[in-house]
């Protein structure tokens, strides 16, 4: 056991390590092809910032674990709106840009509903089971094409001259290196993070949905917590919240598209709860930023997004 706790850890670790050595070596290489930060933006450092949850739901998908497939999407986009939104709010109320509230929230919450209708077919078509599959997949990654094309038009709007002060200039072979060791970090991290979390499951005879809704979500969602707390500490609202919903709604679109394309995903342990809290999840954010003075979530409901989290877990202690 000692050992499996050791592999998720490690598999963690550099998961997170090779999607941050992936984002600055392909950054880098693309502002030295001259390639416009914006375009940057919006593929290479968005990707990137994704890639823990790519590369264990891809991974998980192609090795027959679909359950931690599912429940690390369910389960990281759960932890992002109540935990890592509830967390930041409480650092400084968040105030949510009026496009974030009419647009991209959202879009989030229909990408919560299209994946609830997509796995439901056992309910709609009387099916045999509950599965993701290919045609769903390709169905969420059209979805995505149409929310890449309207993130293109918003920062088109948006653009400022200023975007280019993140990223780190490197010379092309160590940008290829930092690549290079990035993907192989991720690869390699993605399989010690499934191997370990479905050891530690059938070890401790708890369902891998579980794993994947909590352990595995919670340790891919790692970068949107550090950027979201980071980005709250210096009163910058719009990254907070940004960060968070937009990885919401690519995680669903384009990572599950991604996986179920790779291999159909049947439900499994995933229940009919996690999928009405992502739901909720998503209402939630919605109201708390239309009703909130000022288009703003608050402290106070940042504690409600925290004890639904809690709630949560303690449901998931209890049915495990």
């Known amino acids: 056991m000692l050992l499996d706790i050791l592999l998720l850890g490690g598999g963690i670790a ?6 941050n050595w992936l984002v600055d070596g392909a950054s880098a290489l693309a502002l030295r092809l001259n390639i416009p930060p914006l375009i940057i933006g919006l593929t290479v450092v968005a990707f990137g910032t994704s890639t823990p949850e790519l590369t264990v739901s891809v991974i998980s998908a192609y090795t ?3 359950d931690i497939a599912v429940g690390n999407i369910v389960g990281s986009n759960i932890f992002n709106i109540l935990f890592i939104l509830g967390v930041s709010s409480l650092i400084t109320p968040l105030k949510v840009a009026s ?3 009419w647009k991209e929230i959202p879009l989030s919450l229909l990408a919560a509903i299209v994946l609830y209708i997509g796995v439901n077919d056992v309910i709609i078509d009387q099916g045999p089971i509950a599965i993701i599959s290919r045609i769903d997949g390709i169905i969420l990654l059209l979805f995505f094409v149409i929310f890449l094309y309207y993130t293109f038009i918003q920062s088109r709007v948006g653009a400022n001259a200023g975007d280019e002060e993140d990223i780190k200039p490197m010379a092309i072979w160590k940008s290829v290196v930092f690549i290079a060791i990035g993907l192989v970090a991720l690869v390699y991290g993605g399989k010690f993070m499934v191997d370990g979390a479905s050891h530690i499951a059938l070890g401790m005879g708890v369902p891998e949905a579980i794993v994947g809704l909590t352990i ?7 970068p949107e917590l550090a950027t979201s707390v980071v980005a ?3 009163k910058k609202s719009d990254i907070a919240v940004g960060n968070v ?4 709604i690519f995680n669903i679109f384009f990572i599950l598209g991604v996986s179920a394309t790779v291999a159909p995903l049947p439900l499994g342990n995933i229940s009919q709860v996690d999928l009405w809290l992502n739901i909720i999840a ?3 954010l919605f109201m708390t930023a239309y009703i909130g003075r000022g288009h703003k979530l608050t402290r106070l409901e940042g504690v409600l997004l925290l004890l639904v989290y809690m709630a949560y877990m303690v449901y998931l202690i209890r049915i495990s």
């Open 14 to 19: 550099l998961v997170i390590l090779g999607a």
């Open 64 to 66: 027959g674990k679909t």
């Open 99 to 101: 496009s974030t509230v």
């Open 216 to 222: 595995v979500a919670i340790g891919t969602s790692m």
């Open 232 to 234: 709250a500490y210096k």
């Open 245 to 248: 919903v937009g990885s919401n």
């Open 282 to 284: 998503s209402v939630l």
